[in-house]
């Protein structure tokens, strides 16, 4: 016999799913939320939520909207030298966001997050979660410096899109790819590999 109380799928289930993803998110981060706490806020079976997304990953990039799957993107980020990791770095983040169909939805969702706190967690999450600490975690960092060299890759990209792509500060916002990479790359690199003070290494 099939369990009460948990619904087996209808038109509006796939929506219920992703509201209650989002009180998740919001309130608890990528890492807190867990799909049984999102099925069970939702009412359904957490088999359910894995049949509508697959992994907690593609349910939090449908949750913001998010125009590219950063899983897919950042092995060309680390194919390569160790000394060049903030260069390819900056130059996927401005291939992506000079797309004609990815950059405005980029420019959308980081306008929304400048007025909205829900929506400012989950750049947060995005950005930190999904694709820099990926980064950080496999290019050799001691895992005791991760958060620090995270938080300082993400103020540095972060900061980059909304100058060159939202407020659109010249020379920056006109300049072309390979000019900016190298301007911000070594600036990112060394966020990534370079000395810290001792006293943000732990």
Known sequence: MARTGRRK??????????DAAREAFGARGFDGASIRTIAARAGVDPALVHHYFGTKEQLFL?????????AELVPSILD???????????????NVWGDPV?????????????????????????VVSQ?????????GVPP???PVRTALVASQMIGLGIGRYVVKIEPL??????????????????YLTGQLPLSCRT
Request: proline content about 6%; aromatic content about 4%.
């Open 9 to 18: 799928g209808s038109p509006d289930t796939r929506e219920s799913i992703l």
């Open 62 to 70: 449908d949750t913001v909207g998010a125009p590219v799957n950063p």
């Open 80 to 94: 390569g030298e160790r000394e060049a990791i903030g260069e390819r770095l900056v130059r996927l983040f401005l």
């Open 102 to 126: 990815n950059g405005p939805r980029l420019v959308a969702i980081v306008r929304t997050a400048i007025a909205h706190d829900w929506s400012a967690r989950m750049l947060r999450e995005f």
């Open 131 to 139: 694709v820099l600490r990926r980064v950080v975690t496999t290019a």
């Open 144 to 146: 005791e410096e991760v």
């Open 173 to 190: 916002a006109s300049a072309d790819t390979e000019t900016v990479v190298a301007m911000v790359g070594p600036t990112v690199q060394r």
